[in-house]
């Protein structure tokens, strides 16, 4: 692709824009890509230019733009392009994009690029939620799923005029993350493809009075990383996020929940048809016996009354006991603050999961962070250490250990 003199060094991205109303999200994705070091080509469809003019796309890139085969036909772009490419990343790829893709349909220099690019292939899909649901579209999406291509779960908001819904494209960043992901596992195949995998992140509060709760500290950084790991992978995922601050990824369900009970009720939903779980949610052992109505009142001269507490639902022991399916895959999570391996094979001994994932915690560590280590046990009796770094890196090693199991 033509470009400055450093591109050879850089990865090379082709972004294809499709003609829906959130092609100006694109330009975001756009910046994000170029400034982290990608070198971008946009490829708009004639319609996508109704919203974004060819000049906006060119000045972003720093590259021509065109929508058609025979603009500049001595350099073959219909072929050159995305032989290429590093990765091709479509956002938005509206329903008659997904089907062109879909069928092999090559009118455009877009769906001709799309035909001869041997890189990951990314759609972010994006239209109105009956469009979005039609079988139709499901089959055209099962069908690119199918053949490698990454396509993005929609989210659910505002959509053009007074409609919401699922089919909103999702946060640019977020899509962002997901391409940088794809592009980090090089030609790797999505390996979680066809799967779907359930997530629960964050932790619970269980409510004492109106204004006050039992709670921990974790952020929910470690089950988001998973949840876009996964995405990056191929998977359809469900993310149980209990108390976070944190964006949704891109291209997950997200079901928030408050308390042990309401993160048990939406766990075991969403595994009804899992292939994997993996339960990474800081869960109280705990709750308060009795809520009380008003807040609670300090009062001169006496001591506060004890808070009797009883036992929340051991989410993962049931769901490792009472498998939604056959083959179901199910990952715990142990945070400990001493002994750590010994009071993690006693507790993977306990809980009967497949694999647990254990690691030291305190006041300074591992929550809020960006970084962990851990050690994954398997029931098998194998341990396998994760040195300090970004908590994504241990994601992908989890789902390294997943998904031989799942095959």
Request: net charge negative.
């Amino acid at each position: 692709m033509p470009g400055s003199g450093d591109a050879v060094d850089k990865p090379k991205v082709v972004l294809g824009v499709s003609g829906g109303i959130a092609a100006y999200k694109a330009c975001e994705l756009l910046r994000r890509l170029t400034e982290s070091g990608h070198h971008v080509r946009v490829v708009p469809t004639a319609s996508a230019l109704n919203f974004v003019g060819e000049a906006t796309w060119s000045a972003l890139s720093g590259n021509p733009v065109s929508t058609e085969v025979w603009d500049a036909v001595h350099e073959v772009p219909h072929v050159r392009i995305g032989q290429g490419a590093d990765l091709v990343v479509v956002a938005p790829a509206t329903a008659d994009m997904l089907a062109k893709a879909a069928h092999g349909l090559a009118d455009d220099l877009l769906t001709n690029t799309l035909l001869t690019a041997r890189c990951p292939v990314v759609f972010a899909p994006a239209m109105h939620t009956e469009m979005w649901e039609h079988p139709a579209t499901q089959e055209n999406v099962a069908t690119l799923r199918r053949r490698g291509a990454v396509v993005i779960e929609p989210a659910v908001g505002r959509l053009t005029g007074v409609d919401t819904g699922k089919g909103r494209l999702p946060d640019p960043e977020e899509i962002f993350e997901v391409c940088r992901r794809v592009l980090d596992r090089g030609t790797a195949e999505p390996d979680l493809r066809g799967r779907h995998v359930v997530i629960s992140a964050g932790g619970t509060r269980e409510p004492l009075d109106p204004v006050r709760f039992l709670g921990n500290r974790s952020s929910g950084k470690q089950g988001y990383a998973l949840a876009r790991t996964a995405v990056a992978r191929g998977a359809r995922v469900t993310l149980v996020a209990a108390n976070t601050a944190l964006a949704d990824p891109a291209g997950v369900d997200v079901v928030r929940v408050g308390t042990a009970v309401q993160l048990r009720e939406a766990v075991l939903k969403a595994a009804a048809d899992a292939d994997a779980v993996v339960m990474a949610a800081a869960v109280a052992d705990f709750r308060p016996a009795a809520y009380a109505e008003g807040k609670i009142k300090k009062k001169d001269g006496e001591e506060p009354a004890p808070v009797e507490l009883v036992r929340n639902p051991d989410v993962l022991a049931e769901i490792s006991a009472d498998r939604a399916r056959p083959g179901q895959v199910v990952v715990g999570f142990a945070a400990e603050t001493d002994n750590v391996l010994a009071n993690g094979w006693a507790k993977l001994r306990r809980k009967k999961c497949d694999l647990l994932v254990v690691n030291e915690v305190g006041a300074t560590k591992t929550f809020g962070s960006e970084e962990n280590e851990a050690v994954i046990l398997s029931s098998d009796g194998g341990e396998s250490p994760v040195p300090y770094g970004p908590k994504e890196s241990l994601a992908d090693r989890i789902w390294d250990l997943v998904a031989p199991r799942l095959a």
